[in-house]
């Protein structure tokens, strides 16, 4: 049954390397990070920037289309959820969000033997149940 879910990997990066991680991939203070990635063909966006780029989609294309646009947009307004979000990170594999199980089960093997350290402070696995992912509040869909 669970080959039906998609996987996605995410890290979060200590508070001196998030923003070079947003601003300038090829600084070599992140080159452990973004050599692994480069193996498995990965990119990483801040969860912050996703969300202001859903935000920015929404109100161009009209926010009755993006079903977690108040949600989203509630979040990037609170200075709380921003610190959070901004040192998040999601790790898209060939320009993709989600990806089989091995794949991310491969990138998440690599990427172990740096967490705990300065540069990954956290490292998650997600998959696509939407029984194992919260749900924005109604009052904000």
Known sequence: ???????????????EFAEV???DRNNLAIKPL????ARHHATLKSQFDAFADYVAEAEKHG????????WT???????EKVGKHIKSFTLY?????V?????ADALESDLQPLVGGALVTRLTKHDT????????PAHLR
């Open 129 to 136: 149940n939407p029984a194992n992912n919260p749900q924005a």
């Open 1 to 15: 049954m669970s080959d039906q879910w998609q996987y996605q990997v995410r890290v979060n990066l200590g508070d």
């Open 99 to 103: 990806y089989a199980k091995e794949i």
């Open 73 to 79: 947009k509630a979040t990037i307004e609170d200075p």
């Open 21 to 23: 991680a947003r601003n």
């Open 93 to 97: 594999v060939d320009g993709h969000e």
């Open 63 to 70: 926010i009755e289309h993006f079903p977690l646009y108040k």
């Open 34 to 37: 973004t050599d692994i990635l």
